[in-house]
């Protein structure tokens, strides 16, 4: 069994081939190909952990659309001053399938 762990937007993601995984939003179209760094690689009984050996691995992955986190809702209080301020948010995202690990 082949995976690997690899680094996306600032977390990192354990990945086969065929994993679908939702990364911070990429500058790639639908269709496109990206190639993630990888950390780990893990083929049967081996672990590669070495920096120079992981420089030479690719992970590929095709870009299969883009979304949109949940909302999170951001509230602040300051307690007998009247303050109350409240401010959402939601999180570009980018669904990718993983195609290979060379």
């Given at each position: 069994m082949v995976y690997a762990v690899v680094r996306a937007g600032g977390r990192q993601e354990k990945v086969q081939v065929g994993?679908?995984?939702?990364?911070?939003?990429?500058?790639?179209k639908i269709g496109d190909e990206l190639e993630l760094p990888?950390?780990?690689?893990v083929d049967g009984d081996a672990v590669t952990t070495d920096a120079d050996t992981l420089?030479?691995?690719?992970?590929?992955?095709e870009v299969l659309g883009e979304e949109r986190g949940p909302k999170i809702v951001i509230q602040?209080?300051?307690?007998?001053?009247?303050?109350?301020?409240?401010?959402?948010?939601?999180?570009?995202?980018?669904?990718?399938?993983?195609?290979?690990?060379?």
């Open positions: 994993t679908i995984v939702v990364l911070d939003r990429q500058k790639a990888a950390v780990l690689l420089a030479k691995v690719s992970v590929t992955a602040k209080f300051k307690n007998k001053t009247g303050y109350k301020k409240r401010q959402g948010h939601r999180q570009d995202l980018t669904r990718v399938k993983i195609t290979g690990i060379k």
